[in-house]
């Protein structure tokens, strides 16, 4: 059996990582950190483009009509220059909600813009802090309004559209829950942003005044769609985190190279190889669990549910790992501002409640393969 991702989705990455060594390197990262602008929009355009924005959607709606696994060859090197744009929200998430249960007048009006970069999606579930849940959420759609407050939203400040779970039923169960489309340039829509561990992706409270809202497929069903583009969008995410694992121990194995201390680098010294060792170790079974992952993904295999959990798990524990020990490798020096290190500590944390947080899926984790070994 073949692991490996053919030569056509090997010069794929080669591409992307041409194009973006060179549009995004740090110094553009910085930018949108320490400016005011809420995203890189020349890079956006520049990925779009590059038709990037739409490898899985279909050519007759503008898309490439590739698949998953070209997606996930992006979306590792989108992770590795930890980009400051909102691919995952409107890629993973938006695209992914009308790709499966959007109508075909739906993906007609927005996938194309998608695939032009001429529109921004996200989707608004949590209402706060803690596990969202069907009875957490309070946010009401009625007579083809919503009302309610969705907080925090990725790149709610920038979105055109949100993609909304609200409640449609009087009940507490999954049933009571369905999707709409919503219109955030449209009047009953205020948008207010919120401050996050990294601003290089931007985060807004939703606040949903009677706006108008379009139903995204069948009332009722929302939750069930929920859960199985979450499976989509976590192995997508691990892709995004296994790229950023993978900088972040070149950048600490390039610092131990060159330091040097008491007349050798800093990489001789054990302490400094076991430190190193291990983030290879946890960058490695990242890699091989969303390897996993991209087969269940692109097959649509029945494993998906518990593939897309154990690569969740696996590749947001590496990026954590990896992010922080690459500053311990740095030293004193690891934590400042000039340094690079930081980026990628931010994006590591922020990609870690992504989706759920690490506990979340791990919980999921559990319980599919109890349900597994029980059939």
Sequence with gaps: ??????????????????????????????????????????????LAEMGFLGIAIPEEFGGLGAGYLELCVVAEELGRVIAPVP???????????????????????????????EAIGTFAFAEGTGTTTPRSIKTQAAGGTLSGVKLPVADGDIADFAIVAARTGSGSDERAISLFIVDLNAAGVTRESVATIDPTRSHAKLTFNGAAAEPLGTAGEGWATIQAVYDRAAVLTAFEQVGGADRALEMARDYALERMAFGRPIGSFQAIKHMLADMYVSATLARSNSYYGAWALSTGAAELPEAAATARVSATQAFQHCAKNDIQVHGGMGFTWEFDCHLYYRR??????NLGSLSQWEDKLIDRLQTKNAA
């Design 87 to 117: 691919f995952s929200s409107s890629v993973f998430l938006a695209t992914e909600f009308l790709l499966m249960a959007g109508s075909p007048a739906q993906k007609a009006a927005w996938l194309p813009k998608l695939v032009a970069g």
């Design 1 to 46: 059996m073949n692991f490996e991702f053919s030569e056509e989705q090997a010069q794929m990455r080669t591409e992307a990582r041409r194009f973006l060594e060179a549009k995004c390197p740090p110094k553009a990262v910085r930018a949108v950190l320490e400016g005011k602008a809420p995203f890189d929009r020349a890079l956006w355009q520049g």
């Design 348 to 353: 590591a944390n922020l990609l870690a409640l």
